[in-house]
């Protein structure tokens, strides 16, 4: 059985509780741009032998992203850099375009 430690009461009173998220003295940011991308990003590494990559695909539908396949294992950002930069720039550009109108 899994026991949380106790956390001292000036720290709680600091940090909240992280149990519940959003109800401690800080907030998460919420981006206004985030609403203005057309749904999500997804990539699926297809030589995952961690997370099949049928179900990467599945999560990905079930989200409703855009998904961009690269020949990979489960660490794409390492493996494969440049192609996880292309995709950031892509939304990045997406987000500055919504941005201008």
């Known amino acids: 059985m899994l026991r949380r430690r106790p956390v001292r009461a000036g720290a709680a009173a600091r940090l ?3 149990l519940r998220a959003g109800r401690g003295p800080v907030q998460p940011e919420r981006s206004r741009h985030r609403l203005e991308v057309e749904g999500e990003l997804y ?3 297809t030589n995952d032998r961690t997370v099949q990559p049928e179900l990467q695909r599945f999560v990905a539908k079930r989200m409703g992203a855009t998904t961009y396949e690269v020949d990979s ?3 794409p950002m390492l493996s494969h850099p440049s192609f996880v930069l292309d995709v950031i720039r892509a939304a ?3 987000i ?3 941005m201008a109108v």
């Open 16 to 18: 909240g509780d992280p």
């Open 43 to 45: 990539i699926v590494a």
């Open 73 to 75: 294992s489960h660490v």
């Open 92 to 94: 990045a550009k997406a």
């Open 96 to 98: 500055q375009g919504s």
